[in-house]
Structure formats: C-alpha cells, structure tokens
C-alpha cells in the first residue's frame, strides 16, 4: 500500500511540475507576452488540476474518501497568477469533481472556494513578498486548507476516516506545496540572473562601441586637424603644403572608412538583394588589391567557377576586402594568397588561405569582438566584426582554421541560388525529356 501511495504522489507531483519547469522555461525561450505566458500557465493548471483528480493518490484503497493533489497547482494559480486565474481554477475544480459526486464533493467545493478567495485576497501581497517569504507563506496556506479538508469531514461525518491512507495523505500536500514552491522560486531567480546578464553584456557591448568609435575616430581627426594647423604657417615651400595636405586627406578618409564599419555593424542587412556571380565579386575585389599583394610580394592564386548568392553588391565587396586585406597584411615578407570556390550541396563556399604569420586558438575565439586585432596599432579590430555581420544577415556562417607561422584558412559558406541566366538541374532534366 505504501508503495502505491508514493507510486501516485509521484505521478500527481509530475503532473504539477509540467507548468512550473518545462512549460514555464519553453515559455521564456519562445519570449513570449507577459499576458499570453499568464493565460497559457493557467490553463495549463487547470488542465493539471483534472490530471491529478483523475489520477488520485489512492484509487483502489478507500472508496468512501479520494485523496489526490489538485489543491498545490488551485494555490499555485491562485497565488502566482492573480484574481482571474484563482475564480477560473476555482470553478473547473468544483465543475469537475461533479462528475463524480461522493461523499467529498461538498469538501472540495468548499476548499476550493476558500482557496479562491485566499488567493484574490493575498495575490498581490503574496508577489511583493521575498522568495523565503513567499514559500513559508504557500506552506502555510497549504496546511491551513487541509485543516480546513480535516474540520469539514468532522462537522459534516462527525468522524474521520481509520484508513491509514488519509493520515498518510495529511502531510504530503503541504510539503508537495513547499517542495514545488521552492523550485518555482529557484527557476525564477535563475531567469532574473539571466535576463541581467544578457542585459549587462549588451551595455557592456555599447560601452566597449562607444570607446572604441571616438578613440578610433579621435586620432585621425587629431591628426588631421594638426597639419590643417601646419598649413597656417606662410614659411612652408609648395611640396610641404601638398604633403600635409595629402596626410590630412588621407586621416579624413580613414575616419570616415571607421564610421562606415562601424555603421555596416549597425546595419548589416543588405538593401538591395539581387543575384551575385561570386566569381566577378571575388575578381573585382583581387583587381583592387593586387598592387598591394604586389608590394607585399604577394602571389595571388584562384580557382573560381561561377556561382551565384543573393545579397547586397557593396557589402559583400567589402566582407571580401577584409579578408583578402587581413591575409595580405599577414604576409609581410611575402608569401601565397589561396583563394577557391566551390559548391557543396546547396552552398557556396570560399575559401581564402594565406602562408602568413598565423593565430592561437585564443585569437581565433576573439575575432569579431569589437576593436579586438592581431595588427598592434595598424588595426582598428573593427574589419573581422564587419564581416562576421555581413555573412550573418547573408544567412551564411564562417569557419577559420589557422596555426602558427604556418598559415591562415578562412572558409565562408553562403546559401546557393540559380542564376537566372542558368538553368537549373531540374530544368535541364526537363528539358531533355521533353526532346
């Protein structure tokens, strides 16, 4: 018997912990509205509460009296999700239990009217309590409605039931109460820590932006705003002037080459999507930085078929031009630039590889960060979190391989769409059969 007690508290107390941990946490990552999470986690005590009156603690040990756990998740809803919650759970427990009449019918009516009007009465105090006080409190009220259960059978039956089962049954309410309460609570404060985490990472993120942008922007305007100064001077021959004006210009177009990076992290979805040939992107891009590699001493090699993704022309330009940039510079005393197509499934990839200096696993954990950069103070680590943006909001991921003194391999992998010049393997088939 003792057995088959705990076997159905165990049963009850699943049934009650559903709302509490699983659909409570699928709730959180779904981030749904506060009023359709409250709606939801009520109906779904209701549909708790029949669960445990249908599957009660001692189905075949006490005819006269059915004992079950339906009264935690009627204080639970009561307590945790307001007036409208405690009136409804209310009146689904009495509609329910009057299918099957007995002796405990007008018990359960009454209890559960009394936790109705507890529970619109207390619910507003009961969630400005601290989480100890809130779980001593639910304790309490627990053990108040079954001394309620217990002064009812004795006024109305003048004598309680010599089954060991109920006695048995008198302290597992309460403490299924407190055992349930004490993990809503945790499972609360777990979410709040979250929340503020994440909160206190994106502030951080602002932060780290904010300093980043004007120490960043600060020194070529600096400088620029110095040699401007410069020019005052009527003593400067006309090949100095030009110099401090060619210097002052090119600090400009680096502040402004700044503020498009950073601007590009802001905004990074394309737009204007059209269908680009990836081989004529790639090509334009080497077109540009060829006299670079070439002073770098820089063989450039490719293996390109043409293929075509969707996503904004200047962008994905730019994501290339920052890789292939990196992979120059990371070849100072020279060395050979890699750069492949390939399709694999529904996929472009390419793939740049350099023979440079290389990174740790450390460096290649940190590309992305803002202003984070293996370049000393040539860099400005904004170029790796660009591109990162940019072949997210293009639906496609990045995969960096690299070793030390040996080399870099970056692997960009983006979705594949037909051109529309092309046709596709569908259209060839059938067009064959129709020959």
């Known amino acids: 018997m003792f057995l088959d007690i705990v076997k159905n508290v165990l049963l009850n107390l699943f049934f009650i912990l559903i709302p509490v941990f699983i659909l409570a946490l699928w709730l959180e990552e779904r981030n749904a509205p506060e009023k359709i999470r409250k709606y939801i986690l009520t109906l779904a005590f209701a549909i708790i509460i029949i669960l445990c009156m249908t599957f009660p603690i001692n189905p075949n040990i006490d005819a006269e009296y059915i004992y079950d756990l339906h009264q935690v998740p009627l204080w639970l809803g009561s307590l945790y999700k307001g007036p409208i919650a405690s009136f409804f759970l209310c009146m689904v427990t009495i509609g329910y239990h009057s299918f099957f009449g007995g002796k405990e019918f007008m018990l359960t009516a009454i209890t559960s009217v009394a936790i109705m009007i507890a529970g619109i009465a207390l619910s507003k105090k009961f969630l400005a309590l601290s989480s100890k006080q809130r779980i001593l409190l639910a304790f309490l009220l627990s053990a108040v409605s079954e001394m309620l259960m217990v002064v009812l059978i004795q006024s109305f039956h003048h004598t309680l039931p010599a089954s060991s089962a109920f006695w048995l049954y008198l302290p597992i309410q309460p403490i299924s109460m407190i ?22 990472e994106k502030m951080e993120v602002v932060s780290h932006l904010a300093a980043s942008i004007s120490h960043e922007v600060r020194n070529p305007l600096t400088t620029a705003r110095g040699f401007i100064q410069l020019l005052e001077q009527s003593h400067l021959t006309q090949e100095k002037r030009k110099q401090y004006i060619r210097i002052a210009i090119e600090e400009l177009d680096r502040a402004q080459a700044i503020i498009t990076d950073y601007l590009t992290f802001a905004k990074p979805a ?44 200047q962008k994905l330009q730019q994501c290339l031009l920052n890789i292939i940039k990196n992979a120059i510079e990371a070849m100072p005393n020279g060395g050979t630039l890699e750069v492949y197509i390939s399709i694999e499934k529904d996929q472009v990839l390419i793939r740049i590889s350099d023979t440079g200096v290389g990174m740790t696993k450390e460096q290649i954990e940190r590309l992305g960060e803002p202003y984070f950069t293996t370049k000393g103070r040539r860099g400005t680590g904004l170029g790796m979190m660009v591109v990162y943006r940019i072949i997210e909001s293009m639906g496609g991921t990045i995969q960096i391989a690299s070793e030390v003194n040996k080399g870099t391999q970056v692997s960009l992998y983006l979705p594949l769409t037909q051109s529309l010049h092309t046709p596709s393997v569908e259209q060839k088939r059938d067009a064959f059969v129709a020959l």
Do not use: H
Request: hydrophobic fraction near 40%.
């Open 179 to 200: 055992f349930t309460c004490y993990l809503k609570e945790i499972l609360y404060k777990n979410s709040v820590l979250r929340k503020r985490i994440i909160r206190a």
């Open 270 to 313: 394309p737009e204007s999507v059209e269908n680009l040939n990836v081989k004529t992107e790639i090509e334009r891009v080497i077109d540009i930085v060829r006299p670079l590699a070439n002073m770098n001493s820089v063989e450039v090699q490719t293996s390109l078929i043409p293929c075509n993704v969707k996503g904004e022309r």
